[in-house]
């Protein structure tokens, strides 16, 4: 009688490792998988862009007669947010309804003058990633004409087999569905034909790690993020996020991706 015990626990015992280890072995094959297509946000990831940012923040609130409080571009990081309209133009002290008129009349002109570039070594980024099967992608909230001007002026436009832009979107309400709405990711996914857990976002705000959370409204699972703390967002409000992986440089991306 014991003996015949003893053999049924070693039955189950058995059938449990095995169901365990059937379980991790589908786990591990689950995060190996994970990543073979990649989306960047561009502003803050690819196209170091914030020094313009404060210049032209710093230009509409003279040009409005709005207090500018910021003399470094670290203070201004601070309070950055998103989506910028209404959001950040709100906390600055606009209008945003009665006011988005001029503002964006303010913006084109400023934008015809600008100058930024890419965050250095980035583009040897894209190339390697593209070089090791990667398929990259773009999910930002800037225009097309805005993300294909950069790309186009790099040689880089090849290797993004998908561009979601501000033109992508859908608008609620009169504007459109900017990050912490995940609507931009949403639409890289439907083009790349692929699933949250065989992608990885790369972003570098609070906002664009809350978008790939919500990205599990709609889909089976949230995107893991990449964080880098070379864009927008101070690091310390990126590591309260508890992003999946962080990047300090573009350098380290290739490690995390």
């Not at 309400?173 to 976002?201: F, I, R, V």
């Amino acid at each position: 009688m014991m003996i015949t015990i003893h053999k049924y626990f070693l039955f189950f015992l058995f059938k449990f490792f095995k169901l365990f280890l059937d379980n991790f072995l589908k786990q591990v094959r689950f995060l190996i998988s994970m990543g073979d297509k990649i989306i960047f946000d561009f502003d803050g990831v690819i196209l170091d862009s914030f020094p313009d940012q404060f210049n032209w923040f710093q230009h509409i609130c003279n040009f409005l007669e709005k207090p500018f409080p910021y003399s470094s571009l670290d203070e201004l990081k601070k309070d950055y947010r998103e989506p910028v309209y209404p959001d950040m133009y709100s906390f600055l002290g606009f209008d945003w309804n009665k006011e988005k008129n001029v503002i964006w009349d303010e913006y084109i002109k400023h934008k015809a003058h600008s100058e930024v570039s890419l965050f250095d070594g980035i583009d040897n980024v894209i190339k390697e990633l593209h070089g090791n099967g990667k398929t990259l992608a773009i999910a930002s909230s800037n225009t097309h004409d805005a993300i294909y001007r950069q790309l186009d002026e790099h040689k880089l436009r090849s290797y993004f087999d998908v561009v979601i832009g501000k033109d992508d979107l859908p608008v609620e309400n009169g504007e459109p569905q900017l990050k912490p709405h995940p609507a931009c990711l949403l639409l890289a996914l439907d083009q790349l034909g692929c699933k949250p857990a065989e992608t990885k976002y790369v972003g570098d705000q609070p906002s664009d790690i809350i978008a790939a959370r919500r990205v599990r409204e709609y889909r089976d699972f949230s995107m893991p993020v990449v964080a880098v703390t070379y864009g927008f967002s101070p690091k310390e409000e990126l590591l309260k996020m508890n992003p999946e992986a962080v990047a300090y440089s573009p350098k380290e991306l290739p490690a995390n991706l």
